[in-house]
C-alpha cells in the first residue's frame, strides 16, 4: 500500500507540472489582433476622462473580439445596479456589431426586433455600447458605459473606443 | 497490489461493457418519424444557400419535435448575439406550433399575448423561426434563423423548412 | 400630423437602409484566423465519421477561438442530455485551454480544483473536450462531444480535432 | 405641429437635468472608507506586477465592501474560464469574510459545509480569493485571482491584497 501511495504521488506531481507547463508553452491562445489589456486599460483611462470631465461616475466596461470580459472599472459613487448595465451594453454591441443605441431603435414596440431584450440572458437596448474597430477596420470588441442618462453614457463610451481607433 | 489493480480493471471493464450495451440495444430511443440528422443537414444547407444567395451571414439552428437542438450553424461573420436567437426562434416557433412572426403579433401591447416574452426563460417573439412539417403533415420540428432584418432571416427559415417539406 | 406620419416613415425606412447596409459593409467582423464554419463542418464530419466506426451515437458542439458555437450536430438516437454536455465540454475545454479531461483531474475531491464546475454556469470536467489548434499552432477553438462513455466521447473529438490540426 | 415638438423637447430637457441633478447632488452615495477606484486600481497593477513576475498570466477581480466589482483585468492569454472564476473568488471572499482557501477546506467531502459552492449562484471554494483590510483593520473588500495552480492564484492575490494593507 505505501508503494500505492507514493506512485499516486508521483502521478500527481507529474500532473501539477504538467498543468504548469501547458500553462507556460503549447499553443498560442490568442487570436493575433485580438484586444490587448493594455489596450482595454487605455479605453478605460479615456473614457474616465470623459465621464469626469462631464461630471458623472460611470461604470465602463470592455469585452474582446469574443464577446469576453477584458477589463472592467467602477468610478467612486457610480451605481451598483450599473456593473452588470454596462458590461450587456459592451456584450450586446459586440453580439450585434452596432451600438446599442441602433439595436435599441429596432427594438421599440412595434418594431422589427420588438422583445429581443429577453434573449441572450438579457440585453442592454439602449444607448451606451459602442464597438471596437482598430486601425486595420476590424473589430476587435465593445465598451459599455453606464451611469448617467443614455447620451452621457454614449458618449464616454464613444470616448474611450475613439482612444483605440487610430 | 496487483489484486488489487485487477479488481479495478475487473470494474470499469463490467461498467464500460454495460454502458455500451445501453447504448447498442433495450428500446428504440427515437419517435418514428421525427426529424433524422440527416434531413436536419439538408435544411441547414438550403438554409445557408439562401443566406449565400442574399449575402447576409447567418445563425441557423434546427430542432426536432420534441424542441431539443438538432443541428445548428453559424456562417462566418454572423452575430454572435444571433446564436441564441436562433435557437429560441426554432424552439419558440416549435413551442407554439406557429410562426415566430405569428407569436410576434399577437405579443404586441395592448395584444392578448403581451409579455409572453419572458416565459420558457425567453422567448423570441419577431419573424425567423418556423414550422418542419413533412410530406405527411406532421410538424418534425422548426428553424430558427438569426443575422439579417427579421424578413431576410424568415426568407432563409422558409427555405430550410421547404428543403424537408416534400 | 400627417406630415408627422411620413416623416417618421422616411426615418424608419432611412434606418432599415442602414442597418442593411451596416450588414454588408463596415468592419470586419471577425479577427484573420479564427474558425471557420467551413473548418467547422469538416470537424463534425470527422467526429461523426469515428461516433459511427465505433457505432455510438453523439452529440457534437464545436466552438471558435471566443468560445462561442460555431456548429453542433446531434447523431439519430444520441441522448436529449448530451446536447447541453457536449456545447459545455467545447467551452470548458476554450475557457481553460486543456481538454475536460485534464481538467477533470484537477477538480476531484481534494484536489486543488475541487468545486470548479459550478462556475461559468456549470462547466463538464470529464473527458470529451479537446482544443482545435490550427497548424500555426494557435488554439481556435475546441470541440465537445457527448453520447457515450467519456473515453469514447474524447476518442470522437479527438478525431474531430485531428481534422483541422494539419 | 412646431408646438408639438417644442413640448417634446422642453419634457426632453426637464428629465435630462432632473436626472443629471439627481448624480450630482442628493445624499452621499458611498460609505465613508469603503475601496475607491483608485486602490482598486492599485491593487490590480500589484497584482499584475506579481503575475508577471511569476510568468502567468491572470484574471483578476476586485470587490468592495458590499461585494460588488469594482476592477477587473483579463491579463492576454489569460483563460476565459477565469473570468468568472476570479470574481467569485473575490466575492466568496467577501460574503463569508475568509479567504476561499480556508473555506474550501470546509467544503470538502465530509467536512461541515460540504456542498456551499452550489449556494449563492455558484461559490470559488479554492485558494486565490482573498480579503482586502485597511490600514485601520477594516474589511473594505476582497480580491479574486484565477489563471494558474491555486497556489500562484494566491499569491498574486496576497500581492494585491497587501498594497493596501500598508
Excluded at 80 to 98: C, E, P, Q, V, Y
Excluded at 134 to 161: F, P, Q, T, W
Amino acid at each position: 500500500m505505501k508503494l500505492f501511495r507514493t506512485r499516486i504521488a508521483v502521478a500527481l506531481c507529474a500532473l501539477l507540472l504538467l498543468s504548469t507547463a501547458a500553462l507556460a508553452e503549447g499553443p498560442k491562445k490568442t487570436l493575433p489582433g485580438d484586444l490587448s489589456l493594455a489596450q482595454a486599460q487605455v479605453i478605460l483611462k479615456a473614457a474616465q476622462a470623459k465621464a469626469e470631465a462631464i461630471k458623472v461616475p460611470m461604470n465602463i466596461a470592455v469585452v474582446d473580439a469574443g464577446g469576453n470580459l477584458k477589463a472592467f472599472a467602477r468610478m467612486d459613487d457610480a451605481f451598483l445596479g450599473s456593473i452588470d448595465i454596462s458590461a450587456k451594453k459592451a456584450l450586446t454591441a459586440r453580439s450585434f456589431n452596432m451600438s446599442t443605441r441602433a439595436l435599441g431603435a429596432a427594438a421599440q414596440p412595434g418594431q422589427p426586433l420588438y422583445g429581443i431584450e429577453v434573449t441572450n440572458g438579457g440585453l442592454a437596448i439602449f444607448a451606451g455600447g459602442v464597438l471596437l474597430v482598430d486601425k486595420h477596420n476590424v473589430v476587435i470588441g465593445a465598451v459599455g458605459v453606464s451611469g448617467g442618462s443614455v447620451d452621457e453614457d454614449e458618449s464616454v463610451a464613444l470616448a474611450g473606443a475613439a482612444a483605440v481607433a487610430k
